[in-house]
């Protein structure tokens, strides 16, 4: 059954610590991307990737970090340096527009809460 | 910059009421326009790409069109089982980036 896979579904951070949320797909797309998610803001991106060790920042980058050793997993590590991280986070994949009306719409997981306390 | 505006922020209707929602939008270049369906803590779950003015994709009670300046997502009849947030996303040709808007949440009362 294809999909995307996001872990843990809830999870809490204590001020200071560094934490990892996990994504993985099997759908067999090369383009990954992170969206944080707040009420009333549509989904903004984080980070994005379009093929295995190579990403690139998106609109709100600072504070987080990724990485993309493997086509099917793009984790992302919440830093200490991110001043207000509780939010909704959603990891998508898609495959890279690389012809015209080719379907490149994203599939998204279910999503990872963060709250820190 | 891409720019992508929902409305109304809120929509309340009774069962079998339809109407529509609207996403106007500004880029450069459109590749295309996607709409998705939200439900509370879950994430988005994509209904339809929409790649040039005219064109029209329809899926069950739900028919979404595309001008050269906006999209409309049309609800005919509308159940309960239609609440959920709906999402407008535009992307640039040769762009990887999908802007997104803020929704409309819609809520149909039995």
């Known amino acids: 059954d294809g999909g995307i896979t996001q872990s843990p579904k809830y999870l809490f951070r204590k001020e200071g610590q560094n934490v990892t949320l996990s994504c993985e797909q099997n759908?067999?797309?090369?383009?990954m991307y992170w969206y944080r998610q707040d009420p009333g803001q549509g989904l903004r991106l984080i980070y994005y990737?379009?093929?295995?060790?190579?990403?690139q920042k998106g609109d709100i980058a600072e504070g987080y970090s990724v990485s993309r050793e493997k086509k099917e997993s793009f984790p992302l590590t919440v830093t200490s340096a991110q001043k207000n991280p509780t939010a909704f986070y959603l990891c998508?994949?898609?495959?890279?527009?690389?012809?015209?009306?080719?379907?490149?719409?994203?599939?998204f997981g279910q999503g990872t809460r963060l709250t820190v306390v | 910059e891409d720019q992508v505006t929902q409305s109304p922020e809120a929509l309340r209707l009774q069962e079998g009421e339809s109407s529509s929602l609207n996403c106007s939008y500004t880029?450069?270049?459109?590749?295309?326009l996607f709409w998705y369906r939200q439900d509370p803590g879950k994430g988005p779950e994509f209904l339809f790409t929409?790649?040039?003015a005219g064109e029209e994709k329809e899926k069950e009670r739900l028919k979404a069109t595309l001008t050269k300046k906006e999209s409309f997502l049309h609800i005919t009849a509308p159940k309960p089982e239609d609440s959920a947030t709906y999402l407008c996303?535009?992307?640039?040709?040769?762009?990887?980036?999908?802007?997104f808007g803020t929704g409309t949440k819609l809520q149909v009362i039995p």
């Open positions: 998508a994949s898609s495959i890279p527009p690389r012809r015209e009306q080719e379907n490149t719409e994203a599939f």
């Open positions: 759908l067999n797309h090369d383009a």
């Open positions: 990737s379009q093929i295995v060790n190579d990403f």
């Open positions: 880029v450069s270049g459109l590749r295309g």
């Open positions: 929409l790649y040039s």
């Open positions: 996303a535009v992307q640039r040709k040769g762009y990887q980036k999908v802007t």
